[in-house]
């Protein structure tokens, strides 16, 4: 297992000084995915081993304050939570990031008190899951782990990337009637990263009226939502 390295973030983890850990390979196939070298590319552009990785962490505990691991998909790796636990034992807060299709590993570290934040992605609403996706196969494993986090006591949100053209504002209302009452959601606007898993596919950010109308749409079941990124 190799990763890739952002020394320095203060917006993956807000509210922490962190870096983030990226993982590769993830197992959906969401055509707009801005990280789609992780995805397909393997351990290619992955320059750490474990043992650097946390000689890295170990080197900044007086610089650092947390840990954000990311992907691709971290939990696609049965690793992930015996890392975890090292990062911690170093004094770090941690924040995972998954698409929630690996309920049973996401329970493990649930359980395990190691991480301290949760940062689940929503792609759309249960019926067209496969469209953002690209997996015919994972809704039931999504609803799990919505389940999980909200029935557990670890701090979490729910997210999600809207895209003109695959996100309407009836599909915004559709998830926050199923996500409602959450304590955390957000909405996050297309952007074009410049490493599109489908580079060919002409994806675009929706227009500030439309982000607005699905914002007031989830506001009636999650009312502290908010725009992320704006």
Same mark, same amino acid.
């Given at each position: ?6 020394? /320095?973030?203060? /917006?993956?983890?807000?509210? &922490?000084?962190?870096? =983030?850990? !990226? %993982? ?17 590319? #393997? ?23 947390? +840990?954000?691991? =990311?992907? #691709? ?13 090292? @990062? ?5 807060? +941690?924040?995972?990031? =998954?698409?929630?299709? !690996? ?5 493990? @570290? ?11 992605? @929503? ?6 899951? $496969? ?5 015919? %196969?994972?809704?039931?494993? &999504? ?5 999980? /986090?909200?029935? #557990?006591? *670890? ?7 809207? *895209?003109?053209?695959?996100? =309407? $504002?009836?599909?915004?209302?559709? @998830? ?14 297309? %952007? ?10 002409? !994806? ?13 749409? *989830?506001?009636?079941?999650? $009312? ?7």
């Amino acid at each position: 297992m190799r990763f890739g390295l952002q020394k /320095l973030t203060l /917006l993956d983890y807000p509210g &922490v000084m962190a870096c =983030t850990v !990226f %993982t590769s390979g993830c197992n959906f196939r969401c055509p707009f995915c801005h990280n789609g070298s992780l995805v397909t590319g #393997g351990d290619a552009g992955m320059p750490f081993s474990q043992d650097e990785l946390l000689a890295f962490l170990d080197s900044r505990k007086k610089m650092l304050d947390g +840990v954000c691991i =990311t992907g #691709g998909e971290p939990l696609l790796h049965a690793e992930l939570p015996a890392l975890i636990r090292e @990062i911690k034992t170093m004094g770090y807060q +941690v924040k995972l990031d =998954t698409n929630g299709s !690996f309920p049973e590993r996401l329970s493990e @570290i649930l359980s395990s008190g190691n991480v301290d934040h949760v940062a689940m992605d @929503i792609k759309h609403t249960q019926e067209k899951y $496969p469209l953002a996706s690209g997996s015919g %196969t994972a809704l039931e494993a &999504v609803k799990k782990s919505v389940e999980l /986090l909200r029935n #557990g006591k *670890v701090s979490f949100e729910f997210r999600t990337t809207v *895209v003109n053209g695959l996100h =309407t $504002p009836e599909d915004l209302e559709n @998830i926050a009637r199923w996500i409602a009452g959450v304590p955390r959601y957000y909405l996050q606007n297309f %952007t074009d990263s410049g490493d599109i898993l489908l580079p060919d596919s002409r !994806f675009f950010p929706v227009d500030g009226e439309q982000l607005s109308d699905m914002l007031c749409r *989830v506001r009636k079941y999650i $009312p502290a939502a908010e725009i992320r990124g704006k």
